[in-house]
């Protein structure tokens, strides 16, 4: 993960400002590389970020014999399947750790290969994140799942076929399932209540240009016509939303001033809508979006987490740490993760005021609301944060730990940071860009 140690040191309380450059979205360009496995010749993907995940993704096509090779551009992979082959279950696990991804595979190597094999899956502790929505829409095409000790076996043994599937919730995984196996079954695939966020409409670019036929209807309608072969594709990444979105909550926090190169506003509507709410100020550039505190007190917001064209579950924790500067309460209704607040006992641990209740606050109810999950966060601000020891939980959690710390007086030892490299490319040496203060440990 290129850090040598897990823990830094932060002495916050300065504000970050500068100029940093986003790659491709880690929840595009990890399904993208997935995506070359349906292609006869060989792909090239751009804008593909140094970050763990990938990295994942990466080892877990080689043995599945894929080809790679670093491209000429920094962040060019070629990506060639012509001698794919099915792996050994120790050597997927060996990759996978506790990454999701494998599960995309299925598709492809059951069209490729007639059969697939997939570990127990990981991914964030953010709650059960279940897989049966994947294996439904895998038997719906015609796949025999097969539950085995060492981890689940797939096979195909009349081919797979295209089918009318309806999502139960429009999960961006299950979404992305359908995508990939529906463009090589025979026939004509119709998924209602499909995710629509902009990394699997990019997914759907890629696609198309490998030779699949999609159609995007309204009303969350995906139509696929199954074609017996696809080609290797040339694509530059959608650049990482989610990752911009963490700037410009740094920003906030840091009362700080930051221009994320490669940022679009069209990605980010819902998101700058709420930041503007919140007093933030951006200016939309050609080649970026500047982020910044506009020196005058934060208001406080109510927001409810929601699939695309909502605001994103993964904008929520960085944008917290922004909001216990705020003057007043707001509420982070999350209702995509049933248990996405685990990262604000540190910052309750540095100062803020924040409690977190099983209701549905300020929004509508959603499908936690009466299963006891804590799933609803109060923030009363401002509060002066102070810093502290704290363990880095998840992803997202992590990153809006470091803008705490940041933001906080006094110095904070941040252990565990290695998990921010699963989404962050070199994070580190960005907060260096922006003048942070920080030492890593050892
Ligand atoms: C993707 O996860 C992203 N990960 C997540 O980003 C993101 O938060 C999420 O979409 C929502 O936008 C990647 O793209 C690698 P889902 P995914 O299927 O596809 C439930 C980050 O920090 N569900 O849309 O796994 C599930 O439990 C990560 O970058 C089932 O019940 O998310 C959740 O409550 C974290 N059964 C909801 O659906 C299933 O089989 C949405 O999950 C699948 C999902």
Redesign the pocket.
């Known amino acids: 993960m290129g850090l040598h140690s897990d823990t830094i040191t932060i002495r916050g309380g300065r504000p970050l400002t500068g100029r940093i450059e986003l790659k491709g979205a ?2 595009l360009v ?2 993208a590389m997935v995506a070359s496995l349906l292609g006869e010749t060989p792909s090239i993907l751009k804008d593909v970020p140094d970050i763990s ?1 990938v990295r994942v993704v990466r080892g877990l096509l080689e043995v599945h014999g894929v080809k790679i090779s670093d491209g000429e551009e920094e962040g060019e992979l070629h990506l060639d399947p012509s001698a794919v082959e099915t792996a050994h279950m120790a050597d997927i696990d060996a990759h996978a750790g506790s990454s ?2 494998p599960i995309l595979f299925c598709g492809p190597l059951l069209h490729r290969l007639g059969e697939a094999f997939i570990p127990d899956l990981g ?2 502790r ?9 294996l439904d829409v895998l038997r719906t095409f015609g796949a025999v799942v097969e539950k085995l000790p060492s981890g689940i076996r797939m096979s195909a043994p009349g081919g797979l076929k295209g089918a009318k599937i309806e999502l139960p ?6 979404t ?1 399932q359908v995508l990939l196996t529906a463009v090589r079954a025979a026939g004509i695939t119709e998924l209602r209540g499909s ?1 629509i ?1 902009p ?1 699997i409409m990019d997914l759907i670019n890629i696609l198309q240009k490998m030779g699949a036929v999609i159609s995007v209807d309204t009303d969350r309608v995906i139509r696929i016509e199954g074609v017996p072969e696809l080609k290797g594709y040339d694509h530059r990444a959608l650049f990482d939303r ?1 990752e911009a979105a963490s700037w410009a909550a740094a920003a906030l926090a840091t009362e700080g001033d930051i221009f994320v190169g490669g940022a679009r506003q069209s990605e980010m509507l819902t998101f700058l809508n709420v930041y503007r709410k919140v007093g933030g100020g951006f200016d939309i550039h050609e080649d970026g979006i500047r982020f910044f505190h506009p020196g005058k007190p934060l208001n406080p917001v109510i927001i409810e987490t929601d ?1 695309h064209p909502g605001f ?3 904008w929520q924790q960085p944008l917290v740490v922004a909001l216990t500067k705020a003057e007043g309460v707001s509420i982070v209704h999350e209702t ?3 248990n996405r607040f685990g990262f604000v006992d540190a910052l309750v641990e540095m100062g803020a005021t924040i409690q977190i209740h099983r209701e549905c606050l300020g929004g509508q109810a959603c499908r936690f609301g009466q299963r006891n999950f804590n799933h609803s966060a109060v923030i009363s601000g401002p509060s002066k944060l102070h810093g502290a020891d704290i363990v880095v939980p998840d ?2 959690g992590g990153f809006s730990h470091l803008i705490a710390a940041l933001s906080a007086e006094g110095t904070s030892r941040v252990s565990n940071v290695g998990i921010i490299s699963r ?1 962050y490319e070199k994070f580190l040496s960005k907060l260096e860009t922006l003048g942070a203060d920080f030492t890593l440990e050892g």
Not at 126 to 134: L, N, Q, S, W, Y
Not at 169 to 174: E, F, K, M, N, R
């Open positions: 880690k929840n990890t399904k995940d999701r991804i991914g964030c953010i709650g059960d994140r279940p897989i049966d929505f994947h919730y429009p999960s961006v995984g299950a992305e995710a966020e990394e989610n699939v994103m579950t993964d995509v993760y049933e992803l997202r989404g």
